[in-house]
């Protein structure tokens, strides 16, 4: 299992590299975040043995119980997964990053739970491009409110945007969807005064990381094509 992962992680790890070089970018521009969500917390470590430092999980309560039992120095933790206000505290106390802001509300609250835990997220607003309805993720429209609600945030570090876009098998399918978060960070960073441009585009998984770092992400989410398939 340990090889496996080393030899997967390897083979990833050169596939942003080149994905990067096709788009003219360093490879060190690209966080590769391993998501390890439904992986007991034995094997995550192995991944951390072979060098993973970024973890992604989709559920604040499973993070909640595995980050304690992961050792290794620099290791950060990322909320993939939607963020119901119910979690925020526990979200906060968990995450270094947490890319699934859609509301200026939860903006707000993890505001203020930041001051009072001591702790300085970073956040990004997750957005929904397919406009399907059971997606969690702001639309387009909602986003001024979110961002002046983040501009407004001392405790938040406010860095960029997210995207899952709908499954489609085709990558040229979902390519659209990655430019489109794309043109949507550089129309809001337009108006933003150089100290605080926003940077980060967290999309793209095991199917498409490549398409998505052609088109700009900086965060690629990983998980099957690093542990393999989840049960
Ligand atoms: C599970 C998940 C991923 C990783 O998916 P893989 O196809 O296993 O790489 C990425 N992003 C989000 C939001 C997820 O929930």
């Known amino acids: ?42 094997i995550v470590q192995r991944a951390v043995e072979a060098g993973v430092r970024d973890l992604g999980e989709n559920r604040v309560q499973e993070a909640v119980s595995k980050a304690p ?23 906060v106390s968990t995450f270094d990053v947490i890319h699934t802001v859609d509301s200026p509300e939860l903006a707000a609250r993890l505001d203020r739970l930041a001051g009072e835990l001591g702790r300085r997220p ?3 607003i997750q957005v929904d491009l397919g406009g ?13 409110a979110i961002v002046e609600a983040l501009d407004a945030a001392r405790n938040l ?20 969807y990655f430019r489109r978060l794309r043109e949507i960070l550089e129309n809001l960073n337009r108006s ?14 095991s199917h498409d990381f490549e398409a998505a770092i052609e088109e700009g992400a900086t965060m690629v989410r990983v998980g099957t094509a690093i542990f393999g398939p989840r049960r």
């Open 132 to 144: 399907e309805a059971t997606k969690s993720g702001a639309v387009e429209s909602e986003l001024p």
């Open 192 to 205: 933003r005064a150089p100290e605080r441009k926003l940077v980060e585009l967290s999309m793209g998984m």
């Open 1 to 42: 299992m340990s090889e496996q992962i080393k030899e997967r992680l390897a083979r990833v790890g050169l596939a942003v590299a080149q994905a990067a070089r096709r788009a003219g970018r360093r490879a060190e521009e690209i966080t590769l975040i391993t998501v390890s969500k439904t992986f007991d917390a034995d």
């Open 69 to 91: 039992l992961i050792c290794g120095e620099g290791v950060r933790w990322h909320l993939i997964g939607h963020l119901q206000s119910n979690k925020a505290r526990a979200a």
């Open 157 to 176: 570090e406010f860095r960029g945007l997210m995207t899952l876009p709908p499954f489609f098998d085709s990558v040229e399918e979902t390519r659209p």
């Open 122 to 124: 970073r956040v990004l």
